[in-house]
């Protein structure tokens, strides 16, 4: 590709962009005639401005049959820093069981990576779409994560993170999950997905989740309650 139609087509759309006009017609046009010079300017992030990368959303069909999805959608996050919310529910509906959302999400998330995904999947409300939601606390466990995974236990009361933590070997980061998924529902059965995930010898588990709960001065679960009257 001539650099003077990748240099031409950056120099068109930053006129309209520092001019606040739209882009479509200068971007068609490229899409048209080329459209790896609209590729090569995201992903070598030669424009950066999340006006630009909105516009690349709606014509995201045609960036897909010349871009990895992976790649694409990495380079578009970098720029939809300021509506990553939107863009991350957005990527999820348009991809949710798409691989490799772990290293997107790694990327956009940081040291809570999965947080959002697991949100997502819980808040859905097509709930088929969270029956998966083991799998994926897997998935993100085996890459590392756990700071997301509490946050989720937290957030929602799931058991999940809890007993998935436990079982990759982060029983430090399981028992903040377990502790925080009773926190926000008493209820939540903990202790059967751990027992479903270690086995049944939770003793030493539950002394510790207990523990926990008593220095925070909270009330003893009820399965804890039970578990420490056999």
């Given amino acids: 590709m001539p650099s003077s139609s990748l240099d031409r087509a950056q120099e068109q ?8 006009k739209s882009v479509a017609d200068v971007v068609n046009h490229w899409i048209q005639k080329d459209p790896q010079v609209i590729a090569l ?12 990368a909105e516009y690349l959303l709606t014509i995201v069909d045609y960036l897909e ?10 380079a578009l996050g970098k720029q939809m820093k300021l509506n ?16 490799w959302l772990v290293g997107l999400f790694r990327e956009l998330e ?3 990576m999965g947080y959002y995904h697991l949100l997502h999947k819980h808040r859905h409300p097509d709930r088929a779409r969270s029956r998966d939601i083991p799998l994926w606390c897997m998935r993100y466990a085996q890459q590392g994560a756990k700071d997301g995974l509490i946050a ?12 998935v933590l436990y079982g990759v070997g982060d029983s430090e980061s399981g028992l903040e999950a377990a502790v925080g998924a009773f926190k926000r529902n ?33 009330s003893r679960p009820p399965m804890v309650e039970w578990w420490l009257s056999l």
């Fill in 84 to 99: 990553q919310e939107a863009f991350m529910d957005w990527v999820l509906e348009r991809h949710p069981s798409a691989l």
């Fill in 186 to 218: 008493s209820k939540s059965p903990v202790l059967e997905f751990l027992a479903a995930k270690v086995g049944p010898d939770l003793d030493a588990i539950v002394l510790e989740i207990d523990d926990r709960m008593e220095e925070s001065n909270l």
């Fill in 41 to 52: 300017l995201l992903l070598e992030q030669r424009i950066q401005h999340i006006v630009f």
């Fill in 152 to 163: 989720f236990a937290k957030d929602t009361g799931n058991p999940i993170p809890a007993a």
């Fill in 13 to 20: 759309i930053l006129e309209l962009l520092e001019s606040g």
């Fill in 110 to 112: 940081g040291s809570r």
């Fill in 65 to 74: 049959a010349i871009v990895p999805p992976e790649e694409l959608y990495s």
